[in-house]
């Protein structure tokens, strides 16, 4: 009945989800390796916690097909699909000792007390709770009610588990000591979890592919470190965080790289070959690459097109506020040609030559960190 | 709240008296009929106390003085408990129903909900009259039933709404995804987790109808539930008797609140113990 040894490949295949008129998914292509830690990860109304419902059998695909182990599960009951499911809150029955929530699947089965609680228990050692057996959920702590609903999760051996935002409920300093124990669950049992979140930082220490989405749609779906190093869209960068995300034309291309025209006539220079001149694109800048430079006078020179040309992108801008985040320090910079820039610099550095609001500065970039986004 | 200086405002003695008034509007006249009912067999229906005597309370249980107070009392309770369990099953059944938004469910709802602001002694001769027309008898477990379950079942059903309004639907979800069929995920969760809102409508259900006295007085037939023995008696009876009736009934009364609230918060409390380490 359950598929406890099956592969726990998840393959989403032209999938569209519609609520009356709204569409919270569209035609979304997927397919979730066996055995990876996968996170779902976009603003709230991008459509992926639709899309782990509809994997758990709790929401039907107006279109397409969902197949695990490599079998459509649709019209599937939500057990035989071999998917667990983690609930935001939990939902531990309130009413049931911890020992009966972890048994409660194996109680609806028809397992004898003896059997189920034995299966229970051995779970409940699993995540070290074997001691809280015969408590009621809302006596144990955020964290361990946490590790309760994995081992309820995990006794019906499911070959993917489904998790719907499970760090939401607790304290900043819990969330990161229990996304390290999601972690090491997967690892250990080497089951595929796709986790539903709309934190960049939990995506990106969680899983081995993010999948960033945007209005039912697939934004990006790579690896956390090229999620992050290489953002695929203009959202995508905007969204992780950590980037400058700027529109621009390209004006000239050959072998060495490209010449782009940014915003209010602003010249960037790229190392990336292949551009088509004309052509409207994004590129994105993240903050710890852009360098800053104290300046005494203005750097400007208006340029022929009546742009400003820079020596090797360096810009004149004002401190408009800086803010002290400990490791870094964060600036806001507010350009002469009217743009913002955000820049992050190591604490360390940044003391060695502090600026403060109101000070003229340069900053400069290498060509080879302008990343384009498409 | 205090202000800075420790003096209270205005408003302070203003509710303070008018909470003083209200206490005394409800309990001054219940405790005096509380006392009066242990008057002494010379007494008279007014203070003085003429010494103390449990008189009254024995001459209930004997029928040719106070009429037919005890089966009457025994009606009312019958005609309570079979309210009650119609009203909780109708309620939870028909607030479940609810959540899934069918076609039209704001016009049923509304529908049922509307009988509550009926002026109750209307349905009530409604109810009597629609019976003679179609010549059946008015009994008090049939027109008389009726009439309570008008007052009762959309009462059970907004509180119902409101339980069901804090009701976590992932709990069911939960049920369902560890392999629940639906006849085990209302007994295995959805109940026991509601329960205390259900113990709620059943206490509603109870005292509504043990003492209904507007719908139930035109629509009972021959034979009178409780309220309206008592007050048939305000008219004929002139002893301190009277007087044991209604601090009998009022403990009736109160036993059954107590069970129910103490259930309720044994309930919650089992659910919210704070871990104690």
Redesign the interface.
Known sequence: MVQATGSGEVAILGVTKRFGPTTAVENLDLTIPHGSYCCLLGPSGCGKTTILRMI???EKPTAGDIRIGGQSVLGL???QRGT??M???Y?L???RSVLDNVA??L???GAGTADRHAKARELLTKVQLEKFADR?P????GGQQQRVALA??L??DPSALLLDEPLSALDPFLRIRMREELKHFQRRLGISFIHVTHSQDEALALADLVIVMNAGRIEQLAPARTVFDQPGTAFVARFIGGHNVFACTVEAADGAGARLRGPHGIAIATARRGLTPGSAIHVALRTDRIRIKRAAQRLMAVGAGGGIDMPRGSLPSRVAAVEYQGAVVKLRLEADWGGELTVTQPDQSFYVAPVAEGDIVAIEWDDSDVHIVG | MRSADGSRPWTFYFFAAFFTLFVMFLYGPMTVIYILSFQGPQGGMTFPMNGFSLEWFQSLFAQKRVGEIAGAFVRSIELALVVAVITVVLSVVAGLAFRRRFRGSAFVFYLAIASLIMPGLFVGLGIALSFRLIGVDTRWYTSGLGAQLTWTLPFGLLIMFAVLGRF?R??E?????????SW?RVR??TL??L?PGIIGVTLFGLTLSYDELARTALGVGSQNTLPLEIWAMTTTITSPALYAVGAVTTAVSFVVIITALTAIAL?QR???????E
């Open positions: 758990a059998g709790h009951p939500q057990i667990a499911m609930f935001q809150s939902a029955f309130p009413h409660f699947a109680k609806m089965r009621l809302a006596q144990l702590s309820r999760a006794v019906t | 976590n992932a709990y979800e939960a049920a369902t995804d560890l392999g629940a069929t085990q295995e969760v026991p987790i329960l309930i089992r659910r919210a113990r704070i871990v104690q």
